[in-house]
């Protein structure tokens, strides 16, 4: 027999159960890493897939002590032996203890992609461990994903989704919030005691304080100015990470509503139902129709029922607006337009069309300038004029700079909803859309389509 040598059962004594972030990819999850690593008393390396390689060696040690295993190659076995448990602790310690040894630190936290289904496991390892449930808006989990895989799907736990939905990366991200949001939800909902749900939307907006929580829920002493001090150099730098964080010098909410250009109608009916279940329960703006449509909404994380719009905007009384160019690109299309526009533009000639411009700043209002093709002006108005317009063009204030700079292709911005064109759906036929994107070319000396209608 050989016996442990007395350094690994006195470094055991050390430290406390292990804290398990239970989260999904793009989630927000490095950056509450490095808060917690940062912790004078927590080390919380990249990740590590500790959660499922207890899994592993449960289900191999439940084989050895001839325990029946899962019909499913790969699954728990529906009954874990004790003598499993403890072997699977005993390696674990092993690892854990020589690493917070190492790190000087009293308590490892995991924040490993995946774990919320194996919450259960975990405890039976760690009677005293304790979860961090972290959660994202659905509809900014789709863009992240999509701007951290700008070639297709992959990493971050993606594959299996895009696999069996090739053709639609929205509908495959959405999948892979739904079931991930679930599965993490499911373990706070069980284990509430050993939980403490932690929204991306509140830490950016408010690190210091939702770090305070999140510390005294463990027990672990409050540390003010965590959120500069978790970008020193003392982070570890090895393993999977948001590629951003390594150029990261500050907590920002700038991320927050990056999902209002997603088309929720590539999600479909029955998915959207089955997200804004889960975004009611977690304190969500829902997914609705008006989605992208407007102004987005102040706060992301306010309940389904509360407000989701900002107070109508009133006119900012020092001229200074973003989309001042927007405006007056929009006025002077107008007055070159000539006489003859009113058989151009059949049958939309006595139409008015909202342009939207979404700033980039969240300190910024949303501004909206409606175009009156029939009396042909152009006007600075307010959220409310939106409600009676034919038809809109709602965008970022970025990308509209693009579109008229010439760096971005009107169509192009279109058909990747940077920008998004919206009507009441009760259009005559398809091509009237068309006629009217052609206006809005026109209006904005985009291109010389007259030339290319004959």
């Known amino acids: 027999m050989v016996e442990e040598p007395d350094c690994v059962s006195a470094t055991r004594m050390f430290f406390a159960d292990p804290v398990f972030v239970l989260c999904n990819g793009r989630s927000g999850s490095t950056l509450l890493r490095f808060l917690l690593d940062a912790h004078p008393e927590l080390a919380c390396p990249p990740e590590t897939n500790l959660p499922v390689l207890c899994g592993q060696l449960a289900t191999v040690w439940s084989l050895i002590e001839g325990a029946p295993l899962s019909a499913n190659r790969g699954d728990e076995p529906p009954v874990i032996p004790e003598g499993a448990i403890t ?6 310690d092993r690892m854990l203890s020589s690493y917070l ?29 304790q979860f961090i449930c972290l959660y994202r808006h659905p509809m900014d989990v789709i863009a992240s994903g999509l701007e951290a895989c700008p ?8 594959d299996s989704y895009i696999a069996s939905t090739p053709g639609n990366a929205v509908l495959a991200l959405a999948r892979f919030w739904a079931d991930n949001a679930a599965a993490t939800l499911a373990a706070e909902e ?39 001090a978790c970008f020193s150099p003392d982070r570890e730098r090895f393993g999977p990470a948001d590629h951003k964080i390594w150029y990261t010098s500050a907590i920002s ?4 509503g990056r999902g209002w250009s997603i088309p929720p ?8 139902a089955v997200i804004n279940e889960l975004n009611d329960k977690l304190g969500y703006v829902p997914v609705d129709g008006g989605w992208g449509t407007s102004a987005p909404p102040d706060d992301l994380s306010l309940p389904a029922g509360g407000s989701t719009s900002a107070t109508p905007d009133s006119p900012v009384s020092d ?17 070159a337009a000539g ?15 909202m342009a939207v411009s979404v700033p980039d700043n969240s300190g910024q209002r949303t501004e909206h300038w409606l175009v009156d093709l029939g009396s042909r002006t152009v006007s600075f108005a307010n959220r409310l004029a939106q409600e009676n317009s034919d038809w809109d063009i709602v965008g970022s204030a970025f990308a509209w700079q693009q579109v008229l700079a010439g760096k971005l292709n009107l169509s192009a911005a279109l058909r990747s909803c940077q920008l998004r064109y919206c009507d009441s759906g009760d259009a005559e036929n398809a091509l009237i859309a068309e006629t009217r994107i052609r206006i809005l070319a026109e209006l904005l000396a985009l291109a010389n389509w007259r030339s290319e209608s004959r």
């Open 87 to 92: 072997g699977v602790r005993e390696t674990m």
């Open 101 to 129: 040894k190492r790190r000087g630190k009293k308590r490892y936290c995991d924040k490993s992609l995946g774990s919320a289904r194996l919450a259960e496991l975990l405890l039976r390892v760690y009677p005293d461990a």
């Open 151 to 158: 070639w297709g799907l992959n990493g971050y736990g993606f």
């Open 190 to 228: 069980r284990f509430p005691d050993r939980a403490i749900r932690v929204r991306y939307e509140d830490l950016v907006k408010d690190p210091e304080g939702i770090a305070d929580e999140v510390f005294r829920f463990l027990g672990a002493a409050s540390v003010p100015g965590i959120s500069a």
């Open 253 to 256: 909410p700038v991320s927050i």
């Open 265 to 272: 109608e590539m999600i479909g009916p029955q998915l959207l």
């Open 319 to 335: 001229g200074r607006r973003h989309s001042q160019v927007l405006g007056a690109r929009l006025q002077a299309g107008l007055a």
């Open 339 to 353: 006489t003859d526009a009113s058989s151009r533009w059949e049958p939309c000639v006595a139409e008015t069309m």
